[in-house]
């Protein structure tokens, strides 16, 4: 798998989604994620115009409910033509082979299926006092990533700092997906554990999810052309 960079369109309108894009020139046409805040607000029609632009689209949605729906949803979601998308490894193994079903085609063909393990906004002792999990948080990230595989996806959403230990117990063609990423000479946002584009390909990583560096950037296109530079 090539490595990418994706940005995190993190816009609450069609409007300012496209106004963000045409700032890029006619060949450039970024790997985009598009989350629920701009998928509830424009709804499917906001996919189908971007991906007709050119784009390919990580459709972030964290699906986790029963099997039976999470395979109808998935089923919907193959047929916009997304690349990738997401599901909660928390749902267990059942659910994400359910994913996996709902998501490939009469042809065999689907789009890239990936799990988020814990949230990066998840604490150990969230994690251990609220959700009465007693394992530390890199056993469950690692755990989840294995049950993720078991199930047949194509990886795991993580931190930058985690892609390491994952793909040690994975393997390496099993994808990272990692947000958290930080120019070396920028803040952290409300980030905590973040790194920049070039040890996040040292690490491993197969595709960073940038936002705000890019997007609240002076010149985004100039960010995102750094962004390239240093990971692909
Ligand atoms: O602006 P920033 O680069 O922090 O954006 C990162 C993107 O990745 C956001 O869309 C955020 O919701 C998403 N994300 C994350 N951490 C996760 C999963 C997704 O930051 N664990």
Redo the contacts with the bound molecule.
Sequence with gaps: MNRDVII?C?FASREATLEFLDRFPAGRKPFV?I?MELFYAEGPSIVREIKSRGHKIFL?LKLHDIPNTVKKAMRVLSALDVDMVNVHAAGTIGMMKAALEGLTREDGSRPLLIA?TQ???TSQEAMQNELLIGATINDTIVKYAQNAREAGLDGV???PLEAGMVKKACGEGFLTVT????FADAGK???VRITTPARAREIGSDFI????????APDPVAAYEKCLKEFV
């Design positions: 995190a993190d994620k989350g972030d988020v949230l990066t906004s959403v993580c931190s947000p958290g990423i930080r946002d409300d980030q999810v940038v936002g705000r560096p890019i997007t609240a």
